[in-house]
C-alpha cells in the first residue's frame, strides 16, 4: 500500500505523520508526505518527533505537484482549519482534521509551541494506530 499525507506546508503534520506511519507500517507500506505550498521542515516537528526516537531530520517539504498520485493507493489529509490540497485522480480517501501546531502568535513561547507540537504529534499517532488495525490497512497490504 502507498500511502501520501497531505497537509499545506508539509512541514509539520505530514512530516511527523510519514515519520510515524514508517515506523508502525514498516515495510507494509511506503509513505510519502506533501504539502500543497510547501515550506520546510518545522524544528519543533523534528523535535517532537526525536523524542519518540524517530529521526526526521533528513525530511525536507515537498509539493503535492512532485508525486505521481497515479500511483497513491490512498491520501490522508490533515488539515483542519485551512483549505487541504486537492489530489485529481481517483483514490481512497482519509480526512484527519488535525490543528496546525505552527503558529507565528507572539504570545506563545517555545514551551507552548512544544506542547502543541506533542499534542499533534500524538493524536497523529494514535490515528495511525488505529488505521493499522483496519480492514482497509489490512485489505492493502495483504499479499505482500
Known amino acids: 500500500m502507498k500511502i501520501l499525507f497531505l497537509c499545506v506546508a508539509n512541514s509539520a ?6 515519520g510515524l506511519a514508517r515506523q508502525i507500517f514498516g515495510k507494509d507500506a511506503e509513505v510519502l508526505s506533501a504539502g500543497s505550498v510547501p515550506t520546510t521542515v518545522n524544528p519543533y516537528a523534528r523535535e517532537a518527533m526525536a ?5 526526521i531530520s533528513g ?3 515537498k509539493s503535492v505537484d512532485s508525486i505521481d498520485v497515479s500511483t497513491i493507493d490512498l491520501v490522508v489529509t490533515l488539515c483542519a482549519e485551512e483549505v487541504c490540497p ?6 481512497q480517501r ?3 482534521p488535525i ?9 506563545l513561547t517555545p ?8 499534542a499533534a504529534r500524538d493524536q497523529i499517532k494514535s490515528k495511525i494506530e488505529a488505521f493499522a488495525e ?11
Open 111 to 118: 514551551s507552548d509551541l512544544r506542547a502543541r507540537f506533542r
Open 51 to 55: 523524542e519518540v526516537g524517530i529521526d
Open 99 to 107: 490543528a496546525d501546531p505552527a503558529s507565528n502568535d507572539p504570545a
Open 134 to 144: 483496519t480492514e482497509m490497512f489490512q485489505a492493502g497490504t495483504s499479499g505482500r
Open 13 to 18: 503534520r505530514s512530516q511527523m505523520a510519514e
Open 86 to 91: 486537492v489530489v485529481p485522480v481517483r483514490v
Open 59 to 61: 525530511h525536507a517539504s
Open 94 to 96: 482519509l480526512h484527519w
